[in-house]
C-alpha cells in the first residue's frame, strides 16, 4: 500500500502572527488574514515579497505574498508519501511560521502538524522560497516581521495499482485529454446543448415576468454512450418536461465514460441558468 495526499487549500493564508500560537480550527479552515495581533497594526509596511513589488497597499502586497507563496507550496510540496507511512486518512493541518527578518530573509521557519513527514516537507519548501524583496518597516527602520501560513491537506490510501478511468466524450471533445479536462469539456458542451435547444417561448410564457429562470439536470451516461434516467427539477412543469425531451434527444456520446478500459455507466448532474427573452 502506498499512501499520497492531496493538498487543497493553500494560498490565501498568509496570516500576520504575533503572541498566539494557536489558530481556531474555523481559521484555519477559511484560512484567512487574521487582525489578531496588535503588534501589526502599527508597522507602516509588510514586507514585500517577490514579484509583489508594484502593489501600493498594505493588503494587496499581503494578497500578492499569499497567493505567490501558495503557488510555490503547491508546486514544489512532494505528495508522494513512502510505503508503510502512518498518516491518517482525512484532513490534517499543518502551521508553518517563519519571520521575515531585518534583511528580507526568511527565518526560524517551524512546522506542528500531525506527522513528521508533512512538517519535514513543509519546512523542506520554506526552505526553497527566495528571500522577500524588501523587509517590514516601523517607524522608517526595518524590523523582524513574523508570519504563519496553515496548510490544509487531505489524506488518502491509494493502492500501487492505480484505477485507470475515463470520463465520457461528448462530441466535440478531444479522447486524448486526461480525466478532469474530458469532464470539463463534456460538461461544458452538454450545458451547451441545453440552453441552444431550450424551448425559449414556453419558458418565456411560463415565467412572464422574471429575467432568468434556473432549473437541476440529472442522468446517466450508459455503457453505449446514450442518456437515460433523465430527472429535472424545475419551476414550472412545462419547462421540466421540455428539458427531458431535449435530453432524450441529445446525440450519442463519442465515448462512454470506464475504468480500467471496461465501459461504465456515469451520472451527471448540473444546475443550470438561462436568460429568458423578456
Do not use: W
Not at 493588503?59 to 503557488?71: F, P, R, S, T
Not at 429535472?232 to 465514460?257: C, E, N, S
Amino acid at each position: 500500500m502506498k499512501h499520497f495526499f492531496i493538498l487543497i487549500i493553500i494560498f490565501g493564508g498568509l496570516v500576520l502572527s504575533a503572541q498566539e500560537k494557536a489558530i481556531k480550527p474555523s481559521k484555519l479552515d477559511s484560512i484567512s488574514v487574521t487582525k489578531d495581533s496588535e503588534s501589526y497594526s502599527i508597522i507602516e509596511d509588510v514586507p514585500i515579497y517577490k514579484g509583489c513589488e508594484k502593489m501600493m497597499t498594505y493588503a494587496d502586497k499581503k494578497e500578492c505574498a499569499n497567493q505567490k507563496i501558495g503557488d510555490f507550496f503547491k508546486e514544489n510540496y512532494n505528495t508522494i508519501l513512502s510505503k508503510g507511512s502512518k498518516v491518517a486518512p482525512g484532513k490534517a493541518r499543518i502551521l508553518v511560521t517563519f519571520n521575515v527578518d531585518e534583511q528580507a530573509n526568511i527565518v526560524d521557519g517551524k512546522a506542528e502538524g500531525p506527522n513528521k513527514y508533512l512538517e519535514n516537507e513543509a519546512l523542506r519548501v520554506l526552505k526553497l522560497l527566495p528571500k522577500f524583496s524588501s523587509p517590514g518597516y516601523f517607524k522608517g527602520k526595518p524590523v523582524k516581521v513574523p508570519f504563519s501560513i496553515p496548510v490544509v491537506f487531505v489524506v488518502r490510501n491509494k493502492n500501487i495499482e492505480t484505477v485507470n478511468a475515463t470520463y465520457p466524450v461528448y462530441r466535440g471533445c478531444n479522447q486524448e485529454l486526461s480525466f478532469e479536462e474530458t469532464k470539463k469539456c463534456t460538461s461544458d458542451k452538454i450545458i451547451d446543448y441545453i440552453k441552444v435547444s431550450l424551448n425559449y417561448e414556453l419558458a418565456d410564457k411560463a415565467f412572464p415576468t422574471a429575467l432568468t429562470t434556473k432549473f437541476y439536470v440529472e442522468f446517466t451516461i450508459n455503457k453505449k454512450g446514450k442518456t437515460e434516467q433523465i430527472n429535472v427539477k424545475a419551476h414550472h412543469k412545462a419547462v421540466a418536461t421540455d428539458v427531458i425531451q431535449l435530453i432524450k434527444r441529445m446525440p450519442k456520446f463519442k465515448a462512454p465514460g470506464t475504468s480500467n478500459e471496461e465501459p461504465v455507466e456515469t451520472r451527471f448532474g448540473a444546475l443550470i441558468e438561462v436568460r429568458l427573452l423578456g
